[in-house]
């Protein structure tokens, strides 16, 4: 089973749409040069400072995925509990629904105040922002399993442990990628907007953002954003490339919910 | 007779679905005996109680009033003890796992159960139905037909003395149909199982079956049980002979006089 090779049809209209993009951003930076800088100022600064860039997006990418690891992780042990104890489902479940709808991100300074300019509130405003959307989804695919299939267990006798494990878990599979899909880059805008509000730690590309923004280097703050995009694609693609291993071809693709 | 004969005893059972004035009574007052070793056939219009009256054999519903003995024992205790082989409408085959490890399945979940020394080796059995060579494929690769034979080689792997099975094979056309109950007949006729089989089909019923039960869906209970004395084993030229029709007739009949 080959992949199709990626016909001309696919990659012509986006690569038109970049390029269209990118003309226009020059011919714009041309007359405000404090709005958008020069797309070669942008690769410039990259170039000549790749340490720089390399070492900040290291430590937004390791608050990213730290937060993102233990969000998820939580998430997921709660979907278990929330799944088999109905009581504790309807006692959390509005409590995380408001939780989603407010913007977790304002309570970021008062973790800074509780934890300082370490990495602690990296963590947690990484894990906060990824917590909701995966609880959804584990919950949602803990329940999506073929009832015929839960009727033949149950005839089997099946041990709850069993039919979770053979059953509910495989079929959760899906929706836990597609929350992955989800989570991913979410878990960077978390970690960002932490550095944004603890500078002091002089560390992490939210950091290089603010400092630089500070001084008006908007060459600086536009190569951050892309070492940024850059990160956010490649967190994705790693998802998908897992889910690729790990489910092959054989299994429909699902769609995530958003929290 | 002794009781022991007896493999599955239905007695006095009662079942009503939902509450005020969504009631729905399906079955009132049902009693039927299943002989050890026999295949019996449950036939009757729609919604007259056949899929029920299995899922309360199998354990999956809990009658009102009245009680089902697997024997002797209690539901309960039967799939305990892994004793029911349970064909459900589709064959509901785990989409990621392979043929082989479909039919596995049993095997690997309550273990308690030691398992049968006469269990049929799941390689042999499938390559028995035909299914030699798609051991190592996945479910969404095979046919409807092909999918109903791996769901029956997944009964038939942990030997449980008694099948139940819910139309096993309503979703594929005729000719598939034909060949499925030509597998089935020859791997139970060796068996020595006990069968419930529900069907929709009259030619299926009377090729299949020591007994045929109509139900009807007026007096939400058993409307008559005709025993099919045909010779066994039997072949498909067993269908075209005057016998074979005359209980096909009959059968027929039996059915309209209950839809009414
Ligand atoms: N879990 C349930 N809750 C409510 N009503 C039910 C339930 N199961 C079955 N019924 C109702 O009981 C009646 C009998 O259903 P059952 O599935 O046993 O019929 P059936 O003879 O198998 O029909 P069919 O030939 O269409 O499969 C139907 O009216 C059905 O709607
Ligand atoms: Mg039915």
Redesign the interface.
Known sequence: MSRKPLRIGAWLPPAIALAVFVLLWQLYADHHPYVAPKLSKVLSELDSHPRLFARNAWTTLEEALVGAGAGMGVAFALALVMFYVRVIERALLPLAVVLNVTPLVAIAPALVVAFGFGMTPKYVIASLLVFFPFLVNALAGLRDVDPEALDLVATLHASRAEVLWRLRLPSSLPYLFAAGRICMPLSLVGAVVAEFVAAGEAKGLGTLVVTAASLGDLGTVYAAVVVLAVLGVAMFGAVVALQRLVLGRYRPSVGARRG | MTPTDDAIVFRGLHKTFGRGNERVKVLDGVDLSVQRGQFVTVIGPSGCGKTTLL?LA???VEPDAGSVSLFGASVADA??E?R?G?V???P?????RTVLDNVL??L???RKVPSSKAAPDAVELLTALGLGDALQR?P??LSGGMQQRVAIARAFVFDPPVL?MDEPFAAVDELTRESLRHSLLTIWQASGKTVLFVTHSVTEAVALSDVVVVMSANTHGIQRVIPIDLPRPRDDLVETTPEFLALERELRLELRKGSK
């Open positions: 899922r199998a354990g999956l799939t305990a892994k029911i349970f459900p409408q589709a509901a085959l785990l989409p990621w399945l049993p690997q979940v309550n996945r969404r690769e139940l």
